[in-house]
Structure formats: structure tokens, C-alpha cells
């Protein structure tokens, strides 16, 4: 049986230290420091892509001059972040993620992009990221996952060509 994207992501989580499936329920309305931390760092993943897809549809200039620094300040205020602050709606999140699935999806539609062969060709990169040599995973101060030394990136141009091509 194939899993699917969210059972795949899960496993990566759970290899990368950053799940435990023994207690898959956070209750929202009693967050841990742990909880907190990972809140603010999903918040910081989300606007690490989302930074990242402007750089991908602007010029250098608009990007760097207009919109990275708009990024870069979300990042420390998302830094600021204290328990107190936070008050996750558990439905206005699902909405949110699947709005955000389905946006991304048109987008991949509109632009022909291969976005199950992508998905693939990062699951599986994603999972090198254990360092080979101890078989530790390594984390920035925030719990981000960084790539070891011996980390080769996904190589996504040959996914989409060979798409192009019709492979």
C-alpha cells in the first residue's frame, strides 16, 4: 500500500526527531514550551517557503529590495513569540494547510509542473539528511532540520525536464 504525502511526512518527522508518535495529540489548550517551540518553528518554515516562492516569481531586484526584508521581519517577530501568545484554532489551521494544498496545487497545474515526482524526489532526499557518520540528525537553535556535509541537494531541474519531455 502507497502512503500518502502526510503518512510519508510524518515518518520523516519522526526519523527527524521532530514528532513522537507516542503522543501524536498536542492539547492546544495546555501548550508545552516544546509545543511553543514547534509552533514557531512550523510558523517559520511556512514563511521560509513562502520567501522562497516570491524569490522564485520575482526579479532579483523586486525580491531583494521589496519582499526579503518583509520576510526577514516576520521572522524575528515569529522569534518573539511567547506562550501566551498563541491560541491555535485546530480547524482554522486545517483550513489554512488545505487552502495552502489547494493553492499550491493550481499553482503546479497552471506552470505544468510534476508535483507528485517532486514531492518523491524531495521525501527521499529529505531523508538523507541523517548524517551518515554519527547517524545523528542535526538541528538549528529553532529544531529545523540542517543538511550534513554530505547532504547532495535534490536535483529538481531533472524531475521537471524529464516531465517536459513527457518521462
Known sequence: MTKNHQELVRDFMVIMEQFNPNNPNVDVTNLTEEDVDTAKLRLNLIVEELDEMFEAFLT???????????????????????????????????????????????????????????????????????????????????GKVIKPASYIPVDLHSVVESHDRGE
Open 60 to 142: 532579483s531586484a523586486k525580491y531583494k529590495y521589496t519582499f526579503s526584508p518583509l520576510f526577514s521581519t516576520i521572522q524575528s517577530y515569529i522569534a518573539l513569540l511567547e506562550k501566551d501568545d498563541l491560541e491555535i484554532d485546530r480547524v482554522g489551521v486545517t483550513d489554512s494547510i488545505t487552502d495552502q494544498d489547494y493553492i499550491n496545487s493550481g499553482t503546479g497545474v497552471w506552470l505544468n509542473l510534476p508535483l507528485e515526482k517532486s514531492f518523491q524526489a524531495v521525501h527521499e532526499n529529505n531523508l538523507t539528511k541523517v548524517d551518515p557518520i554519527t547517524g545523528k540528525v542535526l538541528k538549528r537553535a529553532d
